[in-house]
Nanobody, 123 residues
Framework: VQLVESGGGLVQAGGSLTLSCAFS????????MGWLRQGPGKERHLVAG????????YYGDSLKGRFTISRDTSKNTVHLQMTSLRPEDTDVYYC?????????????????WGQGTQVTVSS
């Protein structure tokens, strides 16, 4: 399974960005896909994930309401719409896929990772 991210960049506080992740290869219907954030030398944190089978979303603490995750099954793509961005949202965002539920990704190392995309929010 290969994951290719796009959409990161620099945005001012209060602005919006949409990240996309397209996957190729075969994943099981029980897989979940989504996003983690992890800067160099920092802990990883769940941003958002969803179950590929039915789109059930999971969000990291305090992100629901600002971030929305969705999927396009016809294009094998997951999107993360980020709004009302804050400087503390600055980080490297990784698209991941794994057989476990997203709520466990802070502890479980997902099997598949994208290359990471930088999101920088200026104040």
């Amino acid at each position: 399974v290969q994951l290719v991210e796009s959409g990161g960049g620099l945005v001012q506080a209060g602005g919006s960005l949409t990240l996309s992740c397209a996957f190729s290869g075969r994943i099981f219907s029980t897989f979940s896909m989504g996003w983690l954030r992890q800067g160099p030398g920092k802990e990883r944190h769940l941003v958002a994930g969803l179950m590929w089978s039915d789109g059930t979303p999971y969000y990291g603490d305090s992100l629901k309401g600002r971030f929305t995750i969705s999927r396009d099954t016809s294009k094998n793509t997951v999107h993360l719409q980020m709004t009302s961005l804050r400087p503390e949202d600055t980080d490297v965002y990784y698209c991941v896929a794994d057989g476990s539920l997203p709520k466990y990704w802070d502890q479980v190392n997902p099997d598949y990772w994208g290359q990471g995309t930088q999101v920088t929010v200026s104040s």
